[in-house]
């Protein structure tokens, strides 16, 4: 269950991109000193790149509800940790880098966090994603060796302390459809999705004892929707910020998903999405009125031995496999050039039904599914669950250490399914996307750009090129020899 497709101009469907904060540790250091533990992490990368981010576009304040707030609200514990604490500026503390694919690597709230280059397929996008691993690691053994003390990094969305960081997806989708109809079409896949896509946890820190789970994330949503990031955290993001034209375009936000380990859990969690915003496009999203989308995240993710429940209206209820399926047959009416999720649409129906009537054809392909399965082996051979060694079990999963990562044990031993990933990233921004765009001024005018951002460059000449999403940017540019052979090019 894997894609190796390459888009083109009629194939293309929807602009996608994932943010992945990582969760670390270093020898003999805690959690006072993360912040400026990140910002170390991040300036000892040995990956080439520009040390340089526009923010004059961002303004995470504003929410598509059409209004702004006037501040953001800070996680309780991060607040604490910087109390009294002299911070830098925000680029010194963010300490960007621009890569010479298209993508970013910065310090997020004392996390060091990837942001993969925009893309149009979802092979592009995983394989950039699984980049990303990488880029981080590599910056995770240049940290060790200078400081000579043990780094590890896990790709993961809690500590089993109290926190969690996200992993955020982000879909360029047009300004005509209304805020209410975008809500009703996302908000019942991402709560069904989790089944597919999450990447499992022991246990729960904030509501209530269970065994395991189904999502990491699930415990820290308190509200079905609102604009924040990073407390009182919401199923449904409302982030207006779409880094082009905004006449034009949204960025749909989601910040509800799990970090996978699982490449073809990412591609699933993504292309569902996808999916979904399709449907809303041609106007044949299923309804499903939920009216409390917190509880029924988390019903669903604390089952992972049944089908889940998802509370509806009238004291009636639903599975996420109805959910799921539903959003399947209305594609079955639905115009679908895209092949990656015309594959998609079989997958899904082929793992929902194995899911419990054929386990062994499930658990391979799904983070939480091959977690459980692995976790239960080692409790059959010590005899019980033990709930603290299999929360330490549950993190050396997401360790990024090839050698003793769990994941990567399962993957080594051929025990998982549809994690190859193709080669396209090493080097290359994706096809079509203006990361190419983005990737040649990196590649090969460095030193002539002033700063740059998601959807604008700046040169030092006074020049400024915008980069609209919604065009086709040929492999080609990465090519070009001239700095005004590019800018003229990018103009037509």
């Not at 690691?137 to 060796?145: D, G, K, P, Y």
């Not at 407390?231 to 993001?237: E, G, L």
């Not at 299999?390 to 080594?412: F, K, T």
Request: with cysteine; net charge negative; aromatic share 8%.
């Amino acid at each position: 269950m894997s894609s190796s497709f390459t888009p083109d101009k009629q194939t293309r469907s929807i602009l996608a991109g994932i943010d992945t904060e990582y969760g670390f540790t270093i020898e003999g250091r805690d959690v006072t000193n993360q912040a400026d533990d990140s910002m170390a992490f991040v300036r000892h990368s040995p990956d080439e790149g520009l040390l340089m981010w526009d923010y004059q576009s961002e303004n995470p304040r504003r929410d598509m509800r059409g209004f702004q707030v006037n501040h953001l609200t800070f996680d309780a514990q991060d607040a604490e940790f910087d109390g009294g604490r002299s911070r830098p500026p925000a680029a010194e503390e963010r300490s960007d880098r621009a890569l010479p694919n298209g993508a970013r690597f910065y310090n997020d709230h004392g996390h060091p966090e990837y942001a993969t280059p925009e893309s149009w397929s979802l092979a592009d996008l995983v394989a950039h994603e699984q980049l990303g691993d990488q880029v981080v690691l590599n910056a995770a053994r240049a940290l060790s060796q200078k400081l000579n003390r043990e780094v590890q990094v896990y790709k993961n969305n809690t500590d089993f302390h109290g926190a969690s960081w996200g992993t955020h997806e982000s879909y360029l989708t047009p300004r005509k459809h209304e805020f209410n109809d975008l809500a009703r079409a996302i908000i019942p896949m991402l709560i069904a999705r989790q089944v597919l896509t999450g990447a499992g946890k022991v246990g729960s820190e904030s509501k209530g004892p269970v065994k395991f789970q189904i999502t990491q994330r699930a415990d820290f949503f308190v509200e079905p929707m609102n604009v924040e990031t990073l407390s009182r955290r919401p199923v449904f993001n409302t982030r207006d910020e779409p880094h082009a034209d905004s006449s034009k375009w949204r960025r749909l936000h989601v910040i509800s998903g799990d970090s996978n380990m699982h490449p073809g859990c990412t591609r699933r969690k993504v292309g569902l999405v996808k999916l979904a915003l399709i449907l809303l496009d041609q106007d044949r999203v299923p309804q499903w009125e939920i009216p409390d989308p917190v509880t029924s995240f988390q019903l669903v993710s604390r089952d992972a031995v049944g089908e889940g429940r998802v509370e509806l209206e009238a004291r009636s209820w639903t599975t996420p496999r109805q959910i799921l399926e539903s959003y399947c047959d209305a594609a079955d009416h639905a115009e679908i050039a895209d092949p990656e999720i015309l594959e998609l649409l079989s997958e899904t129906r082929t793992l929902l039904e194995a899911r419990h009537s054929n386990p062994d054809n499930f658990w391979p392909h799904v983070d939480w599914a091959a977690k459980l399965w692995l976790l239960n082996q080692f409790a059959d051979s010590e005899g019980q669950w033990e709930q603290s060694a299999m929360q330490a079990l549950d993190l050396q999963y997401h360790l990024l250490d090839r050698e003793d990562g769990l994941y990567y044990g399962l993957s080594s031993a051929g025990l998982l399914c549809g994690n190859d990933v193709h080669p396209s990233a090493h080097g290359l921004p994706p096809n079509g996307s203006r990361a190419v765009a983005r990737a040649a001024f990196i590649q090969n005018f460095p030193e002539q750009i002033e700063t740059l951002s998601w959807g604008q460059i700046r040169l030092k000449s006074g020049e400024s090129i915008t980069l609209d999403p919604s065009l086709w940017y040929e492999q080609g540019l990465l090519d070009v020899e001239s700095i005004e052979e590019l800018t003229r090019r990018l103009s037509q």
